[in-house]
């Protein structure tokens, strides 16, 4: 497993935007392939974006045109951009990671989590 830490959360206006940070503990985390998912309060986990390890990526309906997964390896860092925020969007925002040449919106099949950080669009 590699400890993920992620970063960049904040309360925003709707119609704004955040930058979230995963970071990872390895140096080989261009070797993962790595997910986004959020939990709003009262709701199950859900996928929000994904990429693997060469680039390829995948985004839930939802966020499709307003948030754009990218990676840094020499970093060890993916980013999840997000603009034109809804306050629908509001929850707390998880990375996780699989060491894997595969991306996949199933949470279950990524074995490394992070600690989560909280996104809170006002409108």
């Known amino acids: 497993q590699v400890q993920l830490v992620e970063s960049g959360g904040g309360l925003v206006q709707a119609g704004g935007s955040l930058r979230l940070s995963c970071a990872a503990s390895?140096?080989?985390?261009?070797?993962?392939?790595v997910g986004w998912f959020r939990q709003a309060p009262g709701k199950e986990r859900e996928f929000v974006a994904a990429?693997?390890?060469?680039?390829?990526?995948t985004y839930v309906d939802s966020v499709k045109g307003r948030f754009t997964i990218s990676r840094d390896n020499a970093k060890n860092t993916v980013y999840l951009q997000m603009n034109s925020l809804k306050p629908e969007d509001t929850a707390v925002y998880f990375c996780?990671?699989?060491?894997?040449?595969?991306?996949?919106?199933?949470?279950?099949?990524?074995?490394?989590w992070g600690q989560g950080t909280q996104v809170t669009v006002s409108s």
């Open positions: 996780a990671a699989r060491r894997s040449v595969i991306h996949t919106t199933e949470g279950r099949q990524y074995n490394s």
């Open positions: 390895t140096r080989t985390f261009s070797d993962y392939a």
């Open positions: 990429i693997s390890r060469i680039g390829g990526n």
